[in-house]
Structures are given as C-alpha cells and as structure tokens.
C-alpha cells in the first residue's frame, strides 16, 4: 500500500535551516509529482510548492521564493523540502502530499507530518 | 493569494445532512474545476473525501458528496455519523498554485 513516511520533529533556532525527508513507499516514486504544504498553531493548511519526482523541476509558492528548496533521491524514493533562514512564523506541521491525478491539483495520500519548532 | 473561506463550524445529529461552504474568487474555485476537500483528525494525516468538484476516491461512502456554483463550492455529508465528526478543508488551484479554506469543525451531537 501506498505510504509516504516523514522524519521526526525538529527544534531549531532562528535563522538556521531545516531539512524534511519524505520516504515514499508502495508505487513509482517517479510516477508522481509531490507538494508540500504546512499548518501552524491553530490555523489552516499552507501550500508551499511542488517537485516533479522524475525529471526534479520545482514550482514555489512565491511566499516562500528564495528560502524554500525542494529536491528527491530516486534511488531511495525520497523526496525533501529545505527551509532556510527560519523565524518563529515558521513553526508549524510539514506535510508531503502525493498528487492523485492528471490535474495534478489534489492529493490522494499525506505524509504524517512533521513539526518543526522554531524557537531560540 | 487569501484563503478560502469557510464557516468555522457546523453542527448536526447523527443522521442528518450538513453541507460546507468553501467560497473563493473568480480566480480560485469559480475560475477551475480543480476543487477538493479533506476529512482531518488532528494527528492524523488528512484524508481525501472530494476531488475535481464532485469525484469520490474509492472507500470514501456515498454519503459525501461535493458541487459547486460559481465562486462557492460545497461538501455535504448525509446520514451523518459519529465518526464523521472531523476538520474540513477544501482547496483549490488558482492557475499557478493552491490555496486552502480556513477550515470548518463538524460536531456531531
């Protein structure tokens, strides 16, 4: 069965960089494009961009433009989302979400999330 | 690009129907058919109820349903359930990337 499994929670102070992996099992990993998005505290889901999991072409949201990188491992089925110069607004859960369809615009399967702590 | 905006909570009794607004832009939910909802229990990984307006995936009962009419979509459950009882949110594409609702809290009494 398709799974998508994420690293563990992160703690990390203001103005470093985090990296989250997401181990994609249970399909062609390069079949499928993937996003990311995040949820803060108490609040709705953020989309933050996408990684084409074959050829490795991104698209960002442009909040998110110049901090954000996405790249994958095809040889482990591994996708991952960098984040850099972190303030407390980036606390928050991280998801990956595989694309269900040909529209690309939904998301058949998440990642269990990951939190990420930004705290000094 | 502004979220999309949802009731922050909607309430029913078991058996009965609800149904959640989902309104956005010309730009976001009227402009594209490329709108989806998810069921989510927080600590859970959320789930896909709805995608392109109206499509059930496979496992997801009848009795979820989705439409849409110009600048509003909308999710309804019938023969509402216990277990239905759960974070909504919609999305959809906005030509160049996604947003989200503000999400809607389903209560079962």
């Known amino acids: 069965q398709v799974q998508l499994v994420q690293s563990g929670a992160e703690v990390k102070k203001p103005g470093a960089s985090v990296r989250v992996s997401c181990k994609a099992s249970g399909y062609t990993f390069t079949g499928h494009y993937m996003h990311w998005v995040r949820q803060a505290p108490a609040q709705g889901f953020e989309w933050m961009g996408w990684?084409?999991?074959?050829?490795?072409?991104?698209n960002y949201a442009q909040k998110f433009q110049g901090r954000v990188t996405m790249t994958r491992d095809t040889s482990i089925s591994t996708a991952y989302m960098e984040l850099s110069r972190l303030t407390s607004d980036d606390t928050a859960v991280y998801y990956c979400?595989?694309?269900?369809?040909?529209?690309?615009?939904?998301?058949?399967?998440w990642g269990q999330g990951t939190l990420v702590t930004v705290s000094s | 690009q502004s979220a999309l905006t949802q009731p922050a909570s909607v309430s029913g009794s078991p058996g009965q129907s609800i149904a959640i607004s989902c309104t956005g832009t010309?730009?976001?939910?009227?402009?594209?058919?490329?709108v989806s909802w998810y069921q989510h229990h927080p600590g859970k990984a959320p789930k896909l109820m709805i995608y392109e307006v109206s499509n059930r995936p496979s496992g997801v009962p009848d009795r979820f349903s989705g439409s849409k009419s110009g600048n509003t979509a909308s999710l309804t459950i019938s023969g509402l359930q216990a277990d239905d009882e759960a974070d909504y949110y919609c999305?959809?594409?906005?030509?160049?990337?996604?947003?989200f609702g503000t999400g809607t809290k389903v209560t079962v009494l």
């Open positions: 990684i084409n999991c074959n050829t490795g072409a991104t």
């Open positions: 979400l595989r694309v269900g369809g040909p529209s690309g615009w939904y998301w058949d399967y």
């Open positions: 010309s730009s976001d939910v009227g402009g594209y058919n490329y």
């Open positions: 999305s959809s594409y906005t030509g160049y990337s996604a947003v």
